[in-house]
């Protein structure tokens, strides 16, 4: 606001017996203070609170690829195995599949599981080839139940099974004769609940080769095909009792 002030000048004619001359006066106006408006402050705001995050159940860890839960039970391994994978169609073994897509899932990575001991006296059947390193092959496998085919021989299971390679640094767990040695460490398992740790990919897999053949069972695989094989063949670390 813009505020005026002027001097105003009165000219005041004082008449006095014998005349005289007129005296000015100065009169200043009186400023004006400039007014003021009052801003008002605005109301506090109150911040909205946001509604509490819906609990959620944590989401299984994956393993190093993502194709399996962690932690990973026998199911889930014998399980990714099926359908079967073309090694495993073309050059059957007696205890089942090779753990082909387990490898390509896991590579080498550690892994730990509850297993039942199914360990046969003798194992049936014909194959046709067979291969070194001889404990890539062995007689002990383990399955995710206790079920048996006879339960006059508890540690007989029904099955299905996860062969396991067990290297003799490990153990011996495969004897010439085709009875299982008992240094082996399975040994004193047989027929029990046990955790299992081990690895697919196995380094000894590069030396893998078919050392005989009978064609008139069925086809044995070529060099590269056999190094693959036991590359997919679950290789035992340790074994311990379940709690």
């Not at 003021?36 to 109150?46: Q, S």
């Not at 896991?106 to 892994?111: D, Q």
């Not at 001991?117 to 995710?144: D, K, M, R």
């Not at 079920?147 to 007989?156: I, K, L, N, S, T």
């Amino acid at each position: 606001m813009r505020t005026i002030a002027g001097a105003l000048l009165v000219f005041i004619v004082a008449g006095c017996a014998g005349g005289g001359s007129p005296t000015a006066v100065s009169s200043a106006a009186p400023s004006v203070a400039p007014a003021t408006t009052a801003v008002p402050t605005p109301a506090a705001t109150a911040t909205p609170t946001a509604p509490p995050a819906p609990t959620l159940p944590p989401a299984p860890t994956p393993t190093p690829r993502g194709c399996l839960p962690d932690p990973i039970s026998l199911v889930d391994l014998i399980g990714i195995d099926k359908p079967q994978g073309p090694l495993s169609a073309k050059y059957p073994q007696i205890a089942g599949p090779y753990g082909e897509h387990a490898l390509a899932c896991l590579g080498g990575a550690s892994i730990t599981f509850k297993g039942f001991v199914a360990v046969p006296e003798g194992l049936g059947g014909v194959t046709a080839f067979s291969y070194e390193p001889t404990w890539f092959f062995t007689g002990y496998w383990v399955q995710p139940t206790a079920a048996v085919m006879d339960p006059a021989f508890p540690e007989f299971g029904a099955g299905p099974w996860l062969a396991m390679a067990i290297p003799k640094e490990v153990g011996n767990c495969w004897g010439a004769d085709g009875i299982a040695d008992p240094t082996c460490p399975f040994q004193p398992y047989a027929g029990k609940w046990v955790m299992v740790t081990g690895h697919y990919d196995d380094p000894a897999a590069k030396d893998c080769r078919v050392v005989s053949k009978s064609p008139e069972v069925g086809p044995a695989p070529n060099a590269k095909q056999m190094v693959q094989i036991c590359r997919s063949t679950f290789v035992l670390d340790k074994v311990a009792p379940a709690s």
